[in-house]
Nanobody
Framework: QVQLVESGGGLVQPGGSLRLSCAAS????????MAWFRRAPGKQREWVAT???????NYSDSVKGRFTISRDNAKNTVYLQMNSLKPEDTAVYYC????????WGQGTQVTVSS
């Protein structure tokens, strides 16, 4: 059974940084493309970043240059380093494989506000 547990969210001021973690069980993140998604209040969930099996990365235009996705195979964990945060980054952040499975975690809330 696939389980994805996101953590690391919180309240941060504009311009601040956070690092999100996604601990996986039931799958090996090493052999899946892994991605981060987010759902802002009143909006649909959107794709944020992907790390491929070969460790190539892709980002949405809205976070490119500010966010970095990475993976620790030994810990079976995927990370999202978020720098220069903006109020519009406020959302619940989720990780999943790509293509996505039906096993969404509860996500982690990120709030960017002064």
């Amino acid at each position: 059974q696939v389980q994805l547990v996101e953590s690391g969210g919180g309240l941060v001021q504009p311009g601040g940084s956070l690092r999100l973690s996604c601990a996986a069980s039931g799958i090996s993140v090493r052999i899946y493309h892994m991605a981060w998604f987010r759902r802002a209040p009143g909006k649909q969930r959107e794709w944020v970043a992907t790390i491929s099996v070969g460790s190539g990365t892709n980002y949405s235009d809205s976070v490119k240059g500010r966010f970095t996705i990475s993976r620790d195979n030994a810990k079976n964990t995927v990370y999202l380093q978020m720098n220069s945060l903006k109020p519009e980054d406020t959302a619940v952040y989720y990780c999943n494989t790509l293509p996505t499975t039906g096993s969404w975690g509860q996500g982690t809330q990120v709030t960017v506000s002064s």
